[in-house]
């Protein structure tokens, strides 16, 4: 399916994190977060390379008991401030002066412990036979969503009914997968696009590790699922 293009998994985990400490390395349900992503990403044959992009020593020990290599990012590009775009460009020019080169570039968080491989895979089919040059995961919601101005509250659309059953969803960024045309990244620099392709994923995939609450939540999901 997509032996004409080159197909590049990063995980980009940084070692500090100010919600929660060394959250990518924490356990979770006996395990370490980043590994559910690695595990995951490593039974996918559409991907052609799998690789870390980090500052920490604990986080590359942890990813080469999961048998995935470590590109070591500066510390500049993992600071609060650093954006993800710059870590992956930076994995990018290090592979590049090892003489290998790729067409997509997968991001794959390590704080979306629930992402199927399903999804990946099908990311990567999208993107290539929708000739897309950035793409997202999107979750459905049925909410009423809208603004608050001068203590009013100002729906997106102002006739929605009032039973959730009856109104066209809206659709979420989520951060359960991000890929891109590498050339579309580095003409860029950036992941979005005025077009951007979208995954729908469910609302379990979707969840997103960011304070102490998700992963207890998450935890309590995966221990649950194993009963």
């Not at 001068?150 to 659709?171: E, H, N, S, T, W």
Request: aromatic residues 8%; negative net charge; hydrophobic residues 35%.
């Amino acid at each position: 399916m997509h032996k004409e293009q080159k197909i590049l998994a990063v995980v980009p985990a940084r070692g500090g994190s100010k919600g929660i400490p060394r959250k990518n390395i924490r356990p979770l349900a006996g395990e370490p977060l980043i590994g559910y992503t690695l595990r995951t990403a490593k039974t996918v044959h559409e991907i052609d390379l799998l690789v870390v992009s980090t500052d920490d020593d604990e986080i590359e020990e942890i990813s080469a008991s999961y048998g995935v290599g470590v590109i070591r990012r500066p510390k500049e590009l993992a600071s609060d401030e650093a954006t993800t775009e710059s870590a992956l460009l930076h994995v990018l020019d290090t592979l590049d002066e090892q003489g290998k080169s790729f067409d997509i570039i997968l991001v794959l968080e390590p704080t979306s412990p629930l992402r199927s491989s399903n999804t990946i895979q099908k990311t990567i089919k999208t993107c290539i036979e929708g000739s897309f040059e950035s793409m997202l995961a999107v979750k459905e919601t049925y909410e009423n969503i809208g603004f608050v101005e001068d203590g009013y509250f100002r729906p997106v659309v102002p006739d929605a009914p009032r039973r959730r059953q009856l109104r066209k969803p809206f659709f979420i960024e989520s951060s359960t997968i991000y890929a891109a045309r590498t050339n579309y990244l580095r003409r860029t620099g950036t992941l979005v696009c005025n077009n951007w392709g979208a995954i729908v994923v469910s609302n379990e995939e979707s969840n997103d590790i960011n304070i102490e609450e998700d992963f207890r939540f998450i935890e309590y999901l995966i221990k649950n699922k194993r009963k």
